[in-house]
């Protein structure tokens, strides 16, 4: 069923964009114009996950925040939904739909910045994604010693990647090696081994050559 709702909304956000656009649409809208099952069962993330089902997710999503009632009750749904980004691999072709869940746990985190959350509650949401994106803009698939030159190529698209990669490399920036996060432009870095490692990995992307069309 996840997969038919998966399509039916994709098929929404592309048709009815003008009326609806895609960051104000709620789950309840789409269930009333499409008739569709009550799908928040106990398991729902989860399936989520499992099917690759990312515009589910962010519905859902969306659902919860119009019923969260307050800074904390909004926490908790975007602690759910980061959680779920972290284990979510969409499917080759469908790579923008993870930048949709990403921007919604942006949105999120900000408003709550904004109501005055902790900056270390903050900074222990942004330091669980980066691992996943870093995997997602991965040139080749299969792990190990070789993984660089013998892995199976990525399915998913370059320009993905590179965004990805950069993306991830930005997050690590902003969360200290303490574990507070940077605030302000103006404050002085004091950055995670995993940090200098990722810059360290996208500066090399200069002297590949299927990057350097996009660089």
């Not at 919860?64 to 284990?87: F, I, K, N």
């Not at 990525?154 to 920036?173: M, P, Q, V, W």
Request: net charge positive.
């Amino acid at each position: 069923p996840l997969v038919v709702t998966e399509t039916v909304i994709e098929s929404y956000f592309v048709h009815c964009e003008n009326s609806y656009p895609v960051l104000s649409v709620s789950w309840r809208t789409l269930r009333e114009r499409f008739h569709l099952s009550d799908m928040m069962f106990d398991n729902f993330v989860s399936h989520c996950i499992a099917e690759s089902c990312p515009l589910n997710l962010y519905l859902y999503t969306t659902h919860l925040l119009m019923r969260a009632d307050g800074p904390d009750a909004r926490y908790s749904v975007v602690s759910m939904l980061v959680d779920a980004a972290s284990r979510l691999y969409p499917k080759p072709g469908e790579e923008g739909k993870m930048l949709l869940i990403w921007s919604k746990i942006f949105d999120i985190l900000l408003d709550l910045h904004h109501t005055g959350i902790r900056s270390s509650a903050i900074a222990s949401m942004l330091k669980q994604l980066p691992t996943t994106m870093l995997k997602l803009a991965e040139d080749r698939e299969s792990g190990g010693l070789f993984n660089n030159w013998f892995g199976k190529k990525s399915k998913y698209g370059l320009e993905f990647r590179l965004s990805t990669r950069l993306l991830a490399t930005f997050l690590l920036y902003q969360v200290n090696k303490d574990g507070s996060l940077r605030v302000s432009a103006g404050t002085r870095h004091n950055l995670t081994s995993d940090a200098g490692k990722s810059m360290d990995s996208l500066r090399s992307l200069v002297h590949n050559r299927a990057y350097l069309a996009h660089i």
